[in-house]
């Protein structure tokens, strides 16, 4: 018992040292002069978190950055249109960039990445997000945040992005684009970003995209797998779905026992119309990956 208390005690003890190593590096003031925020982020390694924010702030970043390894920098500047851009560079001394540091984590020793980062985001302004990850992780709670559109290049790192219940995009997104080269990407209750369009675009990595929550709007999603796997949430309450196959003699699919074959590699499931405003189309290529489409256990 003893034990376990003590344990417990030097958890507490270094979590608390770790929050305290967090350092206020950055922050965007609010200002008339813009509406929209364009925010740019480049880290090769590290632990990378977005959250949403009730801070009077549209951005504020916290971070505790080895030295010896990353130079973090950051530019922020308003042009005559009303748009802040923004960029962020947390790319290491040695890596040169996003391919080096891939290839140099596949082949290379290294020791235990210890850069932590946390950017807040409020509701005040309209943000489009480019996020760029080398290795490490990511984990983006996108819940209320204003997003118009969201791009993100996961490199070899392992992305996790949900939103919450009540967590609800309040603005409609225009485009929801994901590149993922050796790394996995997870998206949880994307139904909630309210994105009209999905690019998605695997490599050798894995990609799961959540839509199991009932959606009464379109959306268009196309992806397109190399050599990796890609997992599609459906919801179990029907949504009138049709999904187009490009397929390979080298590639694995799978769907739902009720979806059937409209034409040619073309499947409907049973609520779908061709006219349904809520229609969920997808158009899938598939070279030597696996692709599997599936209710949401």
């Known amino acids: 018992m003893w034990r376990m208390i003590a344990a417990w005690s030097l958890a507490l003890l270094v979590s608390s040292e770790a929050l305290a190593q967090l350092q206020k590096f950055y922050t965007v003031k609010s200002g008339d002069d813009y509406e929209k925020v364009v925010f740019t982020l480049r880290a090769t390694s590290g632990s990378c978190y977005i959250k949403p924010s009730s801070n009077e702030n549209p951005i504020d970043i916290y971070g505790n950055p080895d030295f010896e390894e990353i130079n973090p920098s950051f530019k922020s500047y308003t042009n005559k249109h009303g748009i802040n851009y923004v960029d962020l560079n947390l790319e290491d001394y040695q890596q040169g960039g996003l391919t080096k540091t891939i290839s140099f984590n596949m082949f290379e020793s290294r020791k235990e990445d210890t ?55 309040p603005i409609e997104m225009d485009t929801f684009s994901v590149k993922v080269d050796l790394g996995s990407f997870t998206a949880y209750n994307l139904t909630k970003s309210r994105a009209s369009h ?48 490009n397929e390979s003699p080298l590639c694995s699919t799978r769907l739902p026992k009720d979806f059937r074959e409209l034409e040619d590699n073309v499947f409907v499931n049973s609520a779908y119309t061709a006219h349904a405003e809520n229609l969920t189309t997808f158009n899938i290529d598939v070279g030597m990956g696996n692709v599997v489409f599936r209710n949401k256990d």
Not at 117 to 143: C, E, M, P, T
Request: hydrophobic content about 40%; aromatic content about 12%; proline content about 3%.
């Open 198 to 245: 999905i690019f998605a675009n695997i490599g050798f990595g894995n990609a799961l995209l959540d839509f199991s929550e009932k959606t009464t709007r379109k959306c268009n999603v196309e992806a397109s797998v190399a050599a990796g796997k890609l997992v599609v949430y459906i919801p179990r309450d029907q949504v009138p779905t049709i999904i187009h196959l």
């Open 115 to 169: 850069n932590f980062w946390k950017i807040y985001f409020n509701d005040d302004k309209v943000y489009d997000l480019n996020l760029n990850y080398g290795i490490g992780n990511a984990h983006l709670n996108l819940s209320g945040i204003p997003i118009d559109r969201f791009k993100v290049n996961t490199g070899s790192a392992d992305v996790v992005i949900n939103y919450e219940m009540e967590g609800m995009n």
